[in-house]
């Protein structure tokens, strides 16, 4: 079957790094995605990984270790307004319906 | 520059009632994908359109529930005879077709029944 984890809530502060960890099981892999969703809106793409590896982007990173099943979003530099639920979803085509996660809120303090 | 619009954004109906929720995808997104949204959790598959052919409706939970979109642009999700398990976000996304390539999301039509 196809299963996703990633940690519910978490805290942190203004300024510091967070790392959002999602560990996936699933027959057929074609990418791992994350995606941020702020409270009552649409969630919107961040990253793509299907090799694995670190992919930066500004601020955000993600890294991917598909012998593990393992990816993690890290977030540098926090800001009040990174505070959303952040998602990770994997796709097992090319086209095709992505799986998601439960996702992790993330709430950053002063 | 226009994204993906759902409309209603809210809808309520009472135990029973049909109910029909709309997308405009983005122009030339061939890919839509319709997603389910409790509350609390990540968005949950219902069903896939590649232009106007439905290639996958593994997710829809019933056959109350019945999605068309039959000149590969707009489309809809019909529920007939809601129920209150229905009550969720219902969300929309629609992208290109290919490796890698990113669901740009709509706001949701929030669906509440009483």
Known sequence: GQNIDQPTEMTATEGAIVQINCTYQTSGFNGLFWYQQHAGEAPTFLSYNVLDGLEEKGRFSSFLSRSKGYSYLLLKELQMKDSASYLCAFRTTNAGKSTFGDGTTLTVKP | ?????????????KRGQDVALR????SGHVSLFWYQQAL???PEFLTYFQNEAQLD???LPSDRFFAERPEGSVSTLKIQRTQQE???VYLCASSLVGAGVEQYFGPGT?????
Do not use: E, F, N, W
């Open chain 2, 40 to 42: 609390g959790q990540g």
């Open chain 2, 1 to 13: 520059g226009a994204g993906v619009s759902q409309s209603p954004r809210y809808k309520v109906a």
């Open chain 2, 110 to 114: 929030r669906l509440t029944v009483t």
């Open chain 2, 86 to 88: 229905d009550s969720a």
């Open chain 2, 57 to 59: 409706k593994s997710g």
């Open chain 2, 23 to 26: 997308c405009d995808p983005i």
